[in-house]
């Protein structure tokens, strides 16, 4: 099952990646996820998002990135899923939003459905669009606010 969204970040693209990329940050701006701590973005680097609520028994997700097309995009698989999600691949590419300015942030999954769930891909489809968008949306928000590493504020 394939699901994805998108936000418009009011910033160009360069600044977007470059806090798309720090992984770390990800507690700053998700709102289900309390911490983040992780390895510098590469292929194999590993982020655990701590999140407020469990989520099928789980506190924390391990993220494992898988590719990297630095300035553009980055892959990663939830190790082990969530629940009925047997195996998640995210991809998140930023690009020019085109004449207006700013960036074109989207987010995709390739999500493996186990169980039950998958007599009702359609209702999980929906549910984790909502999800994606909403993690969409809290990023584009986010992003012109914050301070980037190099301590510049945008």
């Known amino acids: ?3 994805e969204a998108s936000a418009h970040a009011a910033l160009p693209p360069r600044e977007a990646w470059a806090r798309l990329a720090e992984l ?3 507690a700053q701006w998700a709102p289900d996820v ?3 701590p992780s390895d510098p973005l590469r292929v ?16 924390t997700l391990v993220e494992r ?4 097309d630095p ?3 980055f892959t990663y698989d939830i190790e082990d899923g969530i629940g009925p999600l047997a195996g998640i691949r995210t991809t998140w590419t930023v690009e020019p939003a085109g004449a207006g300015g700013g960036s074109l942030v989207r987010v995709a999954s390739e999500v493996a459905l186990s169980g039950p769930a998958r007599f009702a891909s359609f209702l999980v489809r929906r549910a984790w669009r909502k999800q ?6 809290a990023f584009a928000a986010w ?3 914050a301070t980037a590493a190099t301590g510049r504020r945008a």
């Open 1 to 3: 099952m394939r699901t």
């Open 24 to 26: 770390d940050r990800l």
């Open 34 to 36: 309390t911490a983040s």
């Open 44 to 59: 194999g680097a590993i982020r655990r998002a701590r999140l407020r609520k469990p989520a099928y028994g789980k506190d």
């Open 65 to 68: 990135v898988v590719a990297v």
């Open 71 to 73: 300035g553009r995009s």
């Open 132 to 137: 994606l968008q909403a993690l969409a949306d």
């Open 143 to 145: 992003a012109p606010t």
